[in-house]
């Protein structure tokens, strides 16, 4: 259309003229390997500087755009608007403040889901793309919201793919790729901080930021790698055990030495409970507003930074026994879990700021599993986590209890993770929730990956996986996936396992 044609049907009264912004429609350097991501929300790599784009050249560089927008409306129209879509449907809280400083009262964003008061609140509605492939009909929800999709998902170390070379670790991670395609992943977690030791100490990232030390900046660009092949791609991290935040003040650790109480035969640690103190030996404590303050600051340099489609809290989101509340040693088990459960939340809120559409889950084992409310074994409560998540993962990894039986830990895993499921939601639909998943489950089994298969069992990673799907289970992850057990993986293991256990099958 000509401007002649567009203020035509401005005046017509039949035509709301909305701004797409005035040069956000494209995408911009987002690493120094030459990867791109939506203007709005990308802090841009400067090559010629060897550095990213800083807050206030993030800030200057919207407001910029934004006000040149007005500018050239005002000129063209004779007026201003008051709708801003953005490019891509992409933006930030920090945007979405600009935009209203320029004038727009309102912004529309992409998301295929029913508004909320949320979005009204904000300033920001979802829209939805009208396409072929959307079919009409009495209930709404089948084509504003599809239901969300079983997942195959591996987890992917970098860890494991990095010695320093880049081009051997390009290799390394193409190959990886395709052996995670061989499998039909469809989802991966990729770990965004490096436990070099295996001792639990965080010691590095692999993605800038102003707290931890950046090992190399490798997670943006194995992300778009693993975007390109089609799979959505979650950070895997830690939320409570940041190593140099309890270094730096000790005073903000949970009370008591978890290592030390695993070590004695009297403390009534069951062996998964004791494992899982060795694994995080000391964390932050959930409820004190400096951790939570620390915590967020690192959480926003994950959103600010990465390109998220997810992110899968660690499972060191927890109090163990004999740990106390830092500002509370006699705090019951629902107010640790409270406290561990307000914590995220917070996380939650901060990469939302940056992020508004990423999604969340978190890792738990066992000990959440056959609890009834908050465990006293971890403080996680797994009816609680099913309700609030986007994504629950079940994990065996590091659990004795599996390593000696994996068939009988996935059997009493799933029957035990599906009974809660089902409880949840008969209550939901009794109390009138609408819960966006119910069409599957939203549980993930995650199985570890071990180059001798499973030890002191006949059973194999498929028959695991297919049992799983007897009890209910959907959606089923490995983990982690690295060069050195990949070939222990037969090739499409879990879309095998759907066809082998599917009813009827033989």
Known sequence: MTWAQIREADRSGWVEVASHSHDL??????????????????RRYLPAASRYEDREEYRGRIRADLTAAQRVLRERLGHGVSTLVWPYGMHTEMARSLAGQAGFTATLALGSRPATSADLAGGCVPRILVTKSLRFGADPRAWIQAPQGTIRAARLRLGDLWDG?????RTRLDASIVRLRAIGATHVFLDATARDQGDGIIRHTFFPGH?????????????????????????????????WVWEQHPEWRLGSAPHR??????????????????????RLSPELPEARRAAVDFYTDLAVYLPLDGILFEDDACVLPGETLASD????????TAAVDGFLRELETAVRAWRPECRFGRVTGM???????????????????????????????????YARDPSRWVEKASRLAMRTWRSQSKTASRAGAKMTLATVPPLLLELPVDTAATPKSA??????FAAARQAGFESFGLGPVTPANQAAIPARTLEAT?????PGSK
């Open 459 to 464: 059973a194999t990673l498929p028959a695991l």
């Open 165 to 169: 070379d880049i081009a051997a670790f």
């Open 211 to 243: 707290q931890a030390t950046m090992r190399v900046d490798l997670w943006s660009m194995a992300a778009a790698k693993l975007s390109n092949a089609r799979m959505r791609v979650w950070a895997r991290v830690p939320s409570m055990n940041l190593t």
């Open 367 to 401: 000990a959440a599993v056959r609890s009834a409310g908050p465990s006293p074994e971890s403080a996680q409560d797994f009816a609680r986590m099913i309700l609030e998540q986007d994504l629950t993962v079940v994990s065996a990894e590091s659990d004795p209890e």
């Open 25 to 42: 429609h494209r995408y911009e350097m987002s690493n120094p390997y030459r990867d791109t991501a939506p203007s709005a929300t990308t």
């Open 261 to 282: 109480i695993a070590s004695s035969s009297a403390s009534g640690i069951g062996t998964a409970e004791a494992s899982a103190a060795a694994k995080w030996p000391t």
């Open 329 to 336: 040693a006699t705090a019951s088990a629902g107010a640790r």
């Open 498 to 502: 759907l066809q082998t256990s599917a």
